[in-house]
């Protein structure tokens, strides 16, 4: 069987048996009966292989699928993703890397919280010794293997808790209302109608009441914050808290804020960046409002988005990386691990 065939059945057998986020053990699985039983690292569903010796560097991958409304389905390009870091496995299995260590990391859940990234960076002390990782990811809407540098967002979580007091409906006009809900709509119109450039607090949740004939007694927000840089980070969480002391002081209600800072900005190291323009060519930066679990993993990263050449946009039910493409994944991965001493120097 040729490389072009392994690649092939590899992918097929990922479209065809999707798990969702820590659920991928039939894929860990295959994965292990196509590369092998001498993993250096295993838990849970993740996976990870060794080849080489020396100064290190890691290639990731993610396992997960996402759940649509046909079930869950590789709609985000993770099943092309693996079928070519398991390609680029085999290749330097056959000849490893020169005086280098290439860690292959078969990650679960890239798409759900919690982050297997995050389970990773805490699990498994390697990796904060490698020099550099590397990840590519699918992009729409470019060129087949047009290659672009990417600078993501921070993501933070918050939720509001407004305690009102509750009373029967029929109290209303006679009573001085403690209406959890009014507040809390305040909270989320001066939120959510504000736009900044560098950072984005949205609430994207409200919910509250306990019947329809009472007045509201609780009510709850559940938002997320993006930012583009850390410091906007900061500015961005001192603007939440601004306007929640804001309407304490207006309402005199007490008002709880429960908040999770949790990926940071991914942001492409400009030394090996550089260095990586030297083996392969990036055409412009991408800037994006989203977020990447890669984020997460220590130290020195590229994250690179490869364009798929077709206009269907990730997550969408159709969405699927190309034969094409994986067979271009698979060559870049081995460029840049025939390449690591000119790209570690």
């Given at each position: 069987?040729?490389d ?8 097929n057998?990922?479209d ?6 820590w ?8 994965i ?17 292989y ?8 890691y290639?990731?991958t993610?396992?997960d ?10 709609v985000c ?5 693996m ?5 680029a496995?085999?290749?330097?299995k ?12 078969f990650q679960?859940s890239?798409?759900?919280?919690p ?20 990840a ?13 540098d ?6 933070d ?11 029967h409906?029929?109290n ?5 209302t ?8 305040r ?13 984005i607090?949205?609430?994207?949740t ?6 329809p ?45 429960f908040?999770s ?12 960046l ?6 392969l060519?990036?055409?412009?930066k ?13 130290g ?6 490869v ?11 159709n ?27």
């Amino acid at each position: 069987m040729d490389d072009a065939t392994n690649l092939i059945q590899f992918k097929n057998h990922f479209d065809s048996h999707p798990e969702l986020a820590w659920e991928e053990f039939k894929t860990q699985e295959y994965i292990i009966s196509q590369l092998g039983t001498d993993y250096v690292w295993r838990d849970k569903t993740a996976l990870i292989y060794k080849q080489g010796a020396g100064p290190a560097v890691y290639f990731r991958t993610e396992l997960d699928a996402l759940n649509t409304i046909h079930g869950p389905k590789h709609v985000c390009g993770h099943a092309g993703h693996m079928a070519a870091l398991m390609g680029a496995y085999l290749y330097f299995k056959e000849n490893p890397p020169v005086a280098h260590t290439i860690y292959f990391v078969f990650q679960p859940s890239e798409e759900a919280f919690p982050s297997g990234a995050k389970y990773l960076e805490e699990h498994v002390p390697e990796l904060s010794q490698c020099l550099l990782g590397i990840a590519f990811h699918t992009y729409p809407s470019a060129q087949i293997g047009e290659i672009m540098d990417v600078h993501m967002a921070a993501g933070d979580y918050f939720e509001i808790t407004i305690q009102g007091k509750s009373t029967h409906i029929k109290n209303k006009n006679d009573t001085t209302t403690k209406d959890a809900l009014i507040s809390a709509s305040r909270i989320i119109r001066a939120l959510n109608e504000k736009k900044y450039k560098k950072f984005i607090v949205n609430g994207g949740t409200l919910s509250g009441g306990e019947t329809p004939n009472s007045i509201a007694g609780q009510a709850i927000i559940k938002g997320d914050i993006r930012s583009l840089e850390e410091i906007d980070r900061d500015r961005a969480y001192k603007w939440l808290m601004h306007i929640v002391e804001a309407e304490k002081t207006r309402s005199k209600l007490e008002i709880s804020v429960f908040y999770s800072r949790y990926y940071p900005v991914l942001k492409n190291d400009k030394k090996f960046l550089r260095r990586f323009q030297t083996l392969l060519p990036i055409s412009k930066k991408i800037t994006s409002f989203a977020t990447e679990d890669f984020s997460l993993y220590p130290g020195k990263k590229l994250f690179l988005f490869v364009g798929t050449g077709e206009d269907t946009d990730l997550h969408e039910i159709n969405f699927e990386v190309s034969q094409k493409l994986v067979n271009r994944l698979v060559e870049y991965w081995i460029i840049v691990g025939t390449n690591l001493k000119k790209l570690l120097k």
